[in-house]
């Protein structure tokens, strides 16, 4: 793939989604499937709206059936998935519709609160829509009328999903076919801070004396729909929260609000202040050792441990009923470590999550949104 993107002076070369994949080695298996024909390359318009052209790898050809690969490409910014082939098995069925399903390599969720629900194959929302939008139009143009059945593999997808947190998040077998917009955009690090850094410097030098902060897309849809607030508004953090709150006070914000979801800032109650998973992942413990403080029973903190989300935790910590005093605590301590963190400068903090909404917030989230809403 030969698109690239500027970051902080940096050209890196973008990649496309193990999503991107699945759909269109699932394409190319129908097309060979009901035209009878070869097919060595495949076109898959992305949710991006990014045109791939990908060559079509290991063709296998039988009577009712067709499988075929495609390569992960993850650009300038490359996963432990990069370079693993995603197949698709594409066959005939008695039935109408389109069946999607997880072969060798692709993991089977286990645990409840994930995309997809205990049982069935990590394949996440979009990328089943990209499949089943891209083999429909197959369909068309061939007349069919049929029902087809279509398995996603990766060959290496077990040992590729024991350098993930899959298994800790209770998707068993393999990895997960992932992807919201079907393009990787790659960018270090660094790349990202200094980019943070130049968005910062100039709401301070346009005259903000309060800045407003979430580490992505579900922060910025909470500011929107229940603060009421321009998303462009925010500042998106990435997992670098930390250097957020660096960066401001270096620049002189006399305050920072901070919004954001349960599953990356819970983290900040046990010091982490870069979200990243290749950190550590310690959202379950800290959600149990809250609990038991506020009186959990051992056993339901035992429940928690094996949470894979923080809203199915939550959904327990209601059942226990210890919630409101659980998340009470829980925003106390983050509001702490925020305030030893921001060394000086003003700092608040809204919790919510995407089933339960909002949260909770520190004691002058209030009062600094109020600022930042005045200019």
Not at 15 to 40: D, F, I, P, Q, V
Not at 246 to 272: E, P
């Amino acid at each position: 793939m030969e698109l690239y993107v500027e970051k902080a002076g940096r050209r890196l070369r973008l990649g496309y989604t193990t999503g991107s994949c699945a759909a269109a080695a699932a394409k190319a298996a129908a097309w060979m499937l009901l035209s009878g024909r070869r097919k060595e390359t495949v076109s898959l318009l992305t949710p991006k709206g990014i045109v791939l052209k990908l060559a079509v790898r290991e063709i296998a050809i039988e009577e009712d059936a067709v499988s075929c690969a495609v390569v992960k490409d993850g650009g300038d910014d490359p996963d432990v998935t990069d370079g693993a082939l995603i197949f698709a098995a594409v066959s005939k069925t008695g039935e109408s519709g389109i069946l999607i399903d997880g072969g060798t390599g692709i993991g089977r969720v286990t645990k409840p609160g994930l995309d997809q629900p205990p049982g069935a194959a990590a394949i996440n929302s979009v990328p089943r829509q990209m499949i089943r939008e891209n083999v429909r139009e197959v369909c068309r143009l061939f007349d069919y009328t049929g029902g087809l059945s279509v398995i996603i593999s990766a060959p290496e997808g077990q040992t590729l999903a024991a350098k993930t947190f899959n298994p800790r998040l209770g998707i068993k077998g393999g990895i997960s076919i992932l992807g919201t917009t079907g393009i990787v955009e790659p960018m270090s690090e660094q790349a990202l801070v200094d980019t943070l850094r130049v968005e910062l410097r100039q709401r301070r030098a346009a005259g903000a004396s309060y800045a407003l902060l979430t580490p992505g897309n579900y922060g910025e849809a909470f500011i929107e729909e229940t603060l009421g607030l321009c998303p462009k508004t925010a500042v998106m953090t990435s997992n670098f929260i930390g250097d957020a709150l660096d960066i401001c006070r270096q620049l002189g914000f006399a305050g920072v609000l901070l919004v954001g979801h349960i599953g990356k800032l819970v983290k900040l109650a046990g010091g982490m202040f870069n979200t990243h998973s290749k950190y550590g992942d310690c959202r379950m413990d800290i959600l149990a050792a809250q609990a038991a403080a506020c009186g959990l029973w051992p056993e339901g903190a035992a429940r928690v441990l094996e949470c894979a989300t923080c809203d199915d935790a939550l959904r327990i910590l209601k059942e226990e009923n210890v919630y409101e005093e659980t998340l009470r605590r829980l925003i106390r301590r983050i509001g702490r470590l925020m305030v030893l963190k921001a060394d000086g400068m003003q700092t608040g903090v809204v919790l919510f999550s995407k089933v339960w909404g909002t949260l909770g917030e520190t004691d002058n989230a209030r009062a600094l949104l109020q600022k930042i809403k005045e200019g």
